[in-house]
Nanobody, 113 residues
Framework: QVQLVESGGGLVQPGGSLRLSCVAS???????MGWYRQAPGKQRDLVAT???????YYANSVKGRFTIARDNAKNTVYLQMNSLKPEDTAVYYC????????WGKGTLVTVSS
């Protein structure tokens, strides 16, 4: 079973930036990966995905502000978050979408002044 470990969360002011990392315990070169988030009291929502061919998809709420990327040599997926807003506050989860379905434990991002 692949383990996914997220890092890079923290407290940031509105307008600031953070880069999240998701390190997998095994190779992700043939896997479709994604980032999701769950705000307090809300459902878990898709943020962005990246296919094994590096095709990307973004939720409308983050399009133009967030960038998903992968480094297969490091078994790592990144989420660069710019122009952060208070409504981006959530626990961010990494997920292996295909071929299996694995989730990390999440990293908390708080956007507040």
């Amino acid at each position: 079973q692949v383990q996914l470990v997220e890092s890079g969360g923290g407290l940031v002011q509105p307008g600031g930036s953070l880069r999240l990392s998701c390190v997998a315990s095994g190779s992700i070169s043939n896997n479709n990966m994604g980032w999701y988030r769950q705000a307090p009291g809300k459902q878990r929502d898709l943020v962005a995905t990246i296919s094994r061919e590096s095709t990307t998809y973004y939720a409308n709420s983050v399009k133009g502000r967030f960038t998903i990327a992968r480094d297969n040599a490091k078994n790592t997926v990144y989420l660069q978050m710019n122009s952060l807003k208070p409504e981006d506050t959530a626990v961010y989860y990494c997920r292996e979408i295909w071929p299996m379905n694995y989730w990390g434990k999440g990293t908390l991002v708080t956007v507040s002044s």
